[in-house]
C-alpha cells in the first residue's frame, strides 16, 4: 500500500492510499480518484516527503460528519451498489469480462486482500453502504 497527497485543479489537498503507483494511475485515468471537497476528477499528486517513523505516536485526523456524508453521497450517487456480488463483479470486470464501471458493495476482509494480491484496484468505504437492495 501506498499513500499518495493529491491535490485537485480547486487547489484541496488531501491523502489517500492505493495498492500501487500503477493502481492510482489506473484509477486516476478512469476518473474514480475524486476530491472530497468539491468532486472534481481533475486531481494531481502533489510532493510527498517519505514517512519517517518517530518515537512519538501520531493520530491522523478523523474525518468530519460531514466529509463522510458527502462522500456517501458522491459515492452512492455515481456507483452502482452491486452489494455481496462486489468481489465477482471487481473480478469480471478486472479480467474484461463484463464492462468496466463504477461498483462498491461488501466484501469480506480475506476477499479484499486477494483482489488487491491479484492487481484488481479496489479501497475500502469509510461508512456501510446504505442501500441493501441486491
Known amino acids: 500500500m501506498i499513500r499518495f497527497h493529491l491535490k485537485c485543479d480547486q487547489d484541496h489537498a488531501f491523502e489517500s492510499w ?3 503507483g500503477e493502481a492510482y494511475d489506473k484509477l486516476a485515468a478512469s476518473g474514480m480518484v ?3 471537497m468539491c ?3 481533475k486531481i494531481s499528486k502533489s510532493m510527498m516527503a517519505p514517512a519517517v ?3 512519538t505516536s501520531v493520530t491522523p485526523p478523523k474525518p468530519s460528519a460531514a466529509m463522510l456524508a ?3 453521497k458522491r459515492v452512492e450517487s455515481a456507483s452502482e451498489y452491486v452489494g455481496s456480488k462486489f468481489v465477482r463483479e471487481a473480478r469480471d470486470m478486472h479480467d474484461g469480462l463484463v464492462p468496466e464501471r463504477p461498483i462498491y458493495g ?4 480475506h476477499e479484499a486482500k486477494k483482489l488487491l494480491e491479484d492487481g484488481i484496484p479496489v479501497l475500502p468505504l469509510p461508512f456501510m453502504p446504505s442501500k441493501k437492495t441486491n
Not at 461488501?106 to 476482509?109: L, N, V, Y
Open 18 to 20: 492505493f495498492q500501487s
Open 34 to 36: 475524486s476530491c472530497a
Open 39 to 41: 468532486g472534481s476528477t
Open 53 to 55: 517513523s518517530t518515537s
Open 70 to 72: 458527502e462522500l456517501r
Open 106 to 109: 461488501e466484501a469480506k476482509p
